[in-house]
Nanobody
Framework: QVQLVESGGGLVQAGGSLRLSCAAS????????MRWYRQAPGKQRELVAV???????NYADSVKGRFTISRDNAKNTVYLQMNSLKPEDTAVYYC???????????????WGQGTQVTVSS
């Protein structure tokens, strides 16, 4: 089993910045793609950003140019640097990853528990 634990959420004024972290632990052999999702009240969960093992990234149009996803493979950690935050960025942010626990194990998809980000106007 693999556990994902997010940190770094909080309350910030519009225009401010936050950095989210997500550390993976447990029985980890390798981690493939790592992602950040978010879910605002009354809305569906949406993909915010994804990063491959090699560092290739993709972003939702709504956050391009403001958010940066990165990862430290040695620490099994993914980050989301959020700049120029807007009230519409308010949501619970979830970490997601594809990980295997052994050389012959298939990849499973894991979720963190989520961290609240609130942007005040």
């Amino acid at each position: 089993q693999v556990q994902l634990v997010e940190s770094g959420g909080g309350l910030v004024q519009a225009g401010g910045s936050l950095r989210l972290s997500c550390a993976a632990s447990g029985s980890i052999f390798t981690i493939n793609a790592m992602r950040w999702y978010r879910q605002a009240p009354g809305k569906q969960r949406e993909l915010v950003a994804v990063i491959s093992t090699g560092g290739s990234t993709n972003y939702a149009d709504s956050v391009k140019g403001r958010f940066t996803i990165s990862r430290d493979n040695a620490k099994n950690t993914v980050y989301l640097q959020m700049n120029s935050l807007k009230p519409e960025d308010t949501a619970v942010y979830y970490c997601n990853a594809d990980a295997s626990s052994g050389p012959y194990d298939y990849f499973r998809n894991y979720w963190g528990q989520g961290t609240q980000v609130t942007v005040s106007s």
